[in-house]
């Protein structure tokens, strides 16, 4: 079966909003990078809510905006999860309107390499709450924002996680947990 991974950059104080804006590309380096153009080459398709697809879209699709994955992010397919999205012009892009965790406990059964979700927003709340997310990786940068949208679980939920592992790079901690079932 294959797993869900979320990946969520995230400022020391806990916001997930608008990662660009916050200046993560300042705290990256080669080896962090290359630890997620890994990650990226390890997974099979990626799964997105229509918030989070478009922000994804608009830097990346016009050719601008060339970190070392942008190859990757294009070529890989994508499922975009979103009852208003229309049109999603960008790559191999399949827009998928039904219930959510219907469609992804069916993309888990396939078979085929990992899916990832990058960023955190109603689709990862969601998966969560559901107990499909198997993996979170989350990306520590070395500021506070003070405000903005948090990594966030609706009052009354909860999910488990335990520490699977830690690598510390130049600027930047990622801490891999596994979410228990």
């Not at 080896?31 to 918030?51: E, H, K, M, S, V």
């Not at 689709?123 to 405000?147: K, M």
Request: proline residues 3%; aromatic residues 10%; charged residues 25%.
């Amino acid at each position: 079966m294959r797993k869900v991974i979320e990946y969520v950059l995230v400022s020391a104080d806990g916001v997930t909003e608008d990662p660009v804006a916050m200046g993560v590309g300042e705290h990256q380096d080669e080896a962090y990078l290359r630890d997620g153009l890994g990650l990226l080459q390890a997974c099979d398709a990626l799964l997105f809510g229509r918030n989070i697809y478009e922000q994804f879209a608009e830097l990346y699709s016009g050719g601008t905006h060339k970190p070392m994955w942008a190859d990757r992010l294009n070529e890989i397919p994508k499922y975009v999860f979103s009852s208003t999205l229309e049109k999603a012009d960008w790559g191999d892009t399949t827009i998928i309107g039904g219930d959510v965790v219907t469609e992804v406990a069916r993309l888990k059964q396939q078979d085929g390499g990992n899916l990832l979700i990058l960023g955190h927003g109603l689709l990862g709340e969601t998966l969560l709450r559901e107990r499909l997310i198997d993996t979170i990786d989350l990306a520590i940068y070395p500021f506070l924002v003070g405000s903005g949208a948090q990594f966030y679980f609706r009052p009354g939920q909860h999910a488990t996680l335990r520490l699977a592992a830690v690598k510390a790079f130049s600027k930047v901690v990622k801490l891999t947990y596994e979410v228990d079932k």
